[in-house]
């Protein structure tokens, strides 16, 4: 079946440090691929998408390549900041069954 | 005023009490969906519904019932609280494959 596999938590970085956090799926078909951010006490929100291979999704210094032949969508960001901190989720959507499948969750602390 | 929003926030409840979580939306997507979030498990799909008519399973909807009962609407039911349902649940909204989800703020629940 589909499904998102993210790299495990927590990470915890210095300010200013670059990061990155796997995520690959498993897919049948041509999902669209999501990055979702959540901060503490708060729901999920949208960080980035791409649609298609080979699309790059950028946001907030944020970016991520949807890389069909190693079925990757991993988030990079050059320079972190204490401000980043929070649970980042990959997920993917198919229009096929209409399914948002999310992966486990990485955590992420910047300290200063 | 949030594009989707759950009522309530934050109950607590007893076993074998039936209990109702609502959304309501502003997006006019025909898409919604309810999860619930545990740790290190990540986002859980209970059910999804593409219209008023059309309500679907997800991985984890033993326990749980919907109703859809306008595009702007769906709720979200326990019939007989159990403990293992404690969770944080988030409803979110979709228009389709390419546009990402929306999600409301959550509601936490805990069955004692």
């Known amino acids: 079946g589909n499904s998102v596999t993210q790299m495990e938590g927590p990470v915890t970085l210095s300010e200013e440090a670059f990061l990155t956090i796997n995520c690959t799926y498993t897919?049948?078909?041509?999902?669209?691929l999501f990055w979702y951010v959540q901060y503490p006490g708060e729901g999920l929100q949208l960080l980035l998408k791409?649609?298609?291979?080979?699309d790059k999704g950028s946001n907030k210094g944020f970016e991520a390549t949807y890389r069909k032949e190693t079925t990757s969508f991993h988030l990079e960001k050059g320079s972190v900041q204490v401000s980043d901190s929070a649970v980042y989720f990959c997920a993917l959507h198919y229009n096929q069954g209409g399914k948002l499948i999310f992966g486990q969750g990485t955590e992420l602390s910047v300290k200063p | 005023d949030a594009d989707v929003t759950q009522t309530p926030r934050n109950r607590i409840t007893k076993t074998g009490k039936r209990i109702m979580l609502e959304c309501s939306q502003t997006k006019g997507h025909d898409r919604m969906y309810w999860y619930r979030q545990d740790p290190g498990l990540g986002l859980r799909l209970i059910y999804y519904?593409?219209?008023?008519?059309?309500?679907n399973k997800g991985e984890i909807s033993d326990g749980y019932s919907v109703s859809r009962q306008a595009q702007a609407k769906f709720s979200l039911s326990l019939e007989s609280a159990i403990p293992n349902q404690t969770a944080l649940y988030f409803c979110?909204?979709?228009?389709?494959?390419?546009?990402?989800?929306?999600f409301g703020q959550g509601t936490r629940l805990t069955v004692v």
């Open positions: 791409a649609t298609k291979a080979d």
């Open positions: 979110a909204t979709s228009e389709g494959q390419a546009g990402g989800a929306f």
């Open positions: 897919a049948t078909g041509y999902p669209s």
């Open positions: 519904s593409f219209d008023v008519k059309d309500i």
